[in-house]
């Protein structure tokens, strides 16, 4: 549960206000320590926000975003260029360069922005490193619950959980709590085109084969990295367009760093960026392997 010596110089330095120093982009600890700091920042500001930031504009897909994460996003920018200057950058609200080549960093400020705005709590702060367009290191920060993780592409997954109320700071491996039992326990993402997998999936719960089924909404990679924990298998059923570089990079390197997998619907990796369809995460096989047989048995009436 003791934070790495890396982890309290980041942590010891947010607190204290040093500034994001310049340093080498092909040193994996210098780009954990500039992502975690910047998503710790980005965290406060959400965090600090007042009633007024809580106020939803609409896109043209229907999809709400507010001023506060369009300010985030150029904060987020100046940081990288001061610490990555060759890097480019890509935010779900101002656009970008593009993932590669070299390297880019994909922001998404408040994933989960229905959740921000209805004060829920499962919405999250993400950061996505790629070299060359590949996932390279994910950072997922939740304002609400003071925690912050990171996953790197050739490594395990990180939990910090910040001391709000005057305890310590603690840091974790996942998966660090396993399943008391056996029993089922599923996320499902909710979804417009989701009714006949609910209905499954209540099926197993009310005949026993599941403990828990529930649909809270909110964040994607939130809930990834809750997957990750090792308590619930998360099911999304992703249609439409293909998943961004801000979307899925850091939670399915957060799973995977913890040992578990990512699948589509006939149990084959995914790819983070690009990937349509729905998808199931976790680190228990063989609960992964019952979601998706239950999935499996509805056929074509999953998205």
Not at 119 to 128: C, D, R
Not at 266 to 288: C, I
Request: hydrophobic fraction near 45%; proline fraction near 7%.
């Amino acid at each position: 549960m003791r934070l790495t010596a890396l982890e309290q110089r980041v942590l010891d330095g947010y607190r204290g206000g040093a500034p994001l120093e310049p340093g080498s982009p092909l040193d994996s600890d210098s780009w954990v320590a500039a992502t975690l700091v910047m998503a710790l920042r980005a965290a406060r500001k959400v965090r600090e926000s007042g009633l007024e930031a809580r106020q939803a504009l609409i896109k043209e897909d229907g999809s709400p975003y507010t001023r506060l994460e369009q300010a985030i996003e150029s904060v987020v920018r100046a940081e990288l260029h001061s610490f990555a200057p060759d890097a480019s950058m890509i935010g779900e609200e101002t656009g970008g360069g593009g993932v590669g080549p070299g390297f880019a960093l994909a922001l998404d400020p408040i994933d989960g922005t229905w959740a921000f705005l209805t004060e829920t709590g499962t919405y999250a702060v993400t950061l996505s490193v790629f070299e060359d367009g590949v996932p390279y290191l994910g950072v997922i920060a939740n304002p609400d619950s003071g925690e912050v993780a990171y996953a790197r592409a050739q490594g395990g997954t990180r939990l910090l959980r910040l001391g709000l109320f005057g305890q310590g700071d603690v840091a974790f491996d996942l998966p660090h709590v396993h399943p008391p039992s056996k029993k089922l326990l599923v996320n499902l993402h909710p979804s417009r085109g989701g009714r006949e997998a609910l209905l499954a999936l209540h099926d197993a719960w009310a005949g026993g084969d599941a403990a828990m089924i529930r649909s809270p909404g909110g964040s994607p990679a939130w809930f990834l990295l809750e997957a990750a924990r090792g308590h619930y298998v998360y099911v999304n059923l992703w249609s439409g367009a293909p998943a961004a570089p801000w979307d899925l990079a850091a939670g399915c390197l957060a799973v995977r760093g913890a040992g578990g997998e990512v699948v589509d619907l006939d149990g084959q990796p995914v790819e983070a960026v690009g990937h349509r369809g729905a998808f199931v995460a976790g680190v228990d096989p063989a609960r992964m392997d019952q979601v998706l047989r239950i999935l499996g048995a509805i056929g074509r009436s999953v998205p």
